[in-house]
Nanobody
Framework: QVQLTESGGGSVQPGGSLRLTCAPS????????RAWFRQSPGKEREFVAG????????YYADSVKGRFTFSRDSATNTVYLQMDNLKPEDTANYYC??????????????????WGQGTQVTVSS
């Protein structure tokens, strides 16, 4: 069982930056790919960025390409989401996930059995 703990959310003005952190605990920390999702009230949980376990390629949602950066500390398997040039539409609860979906399901929340509790990001002036 893998436990995931997110941190780093907060409130910023448009154009600002935040860095989210997701630290794993429990067993088999390195056995899973990792991803970030986000969810706003009344909307489905949507894929933001992720990396499969055996592949160094990072995948991004089109809406965040060029603004968000996914990274991983291989020693601890902690993953980060650097968010720059934030926009009001980025406001959401951000979740860290762990799993091993096939490539075609990478962006589907159903492919991830393990989730953190979420951290709120609010972008407003």
């Amino acid at each position: 069982q893998v436990q995931l703990t997110e941190s780093g959310g907060g409130s910023v003005q448009p154009g600002g930056s935040l860095r989210l952190t997701c630290a794993p605990s429990g067993g088999a920390r390195n056995d899973y790919g990792r991803a970030w999702f986000r969810q706003s009230p009344g909307k489905e949980r949507e894929f933001v960025a992720g990396r499969r376990r055996y592949n160094n390629m990072i995948y991004y949602a089109d809406s965040v390409k060029g603004r968000f950066t996914f990274s991983r500390d291989s020693a601890t398997n902690t993953v980060y989401l650097q968010m720059d040039n934030l926009k009001p539409e980025d406001t959401a609860n951000y979740y860290c996930a762990a799993g091993n979906p096939i490539l075609s399901e990478l962006r589907n929340a159903r492919g991830y059995p393990y989730w953190g509790q979420g951290t709120q990001v609010t972008v407003s002036s």
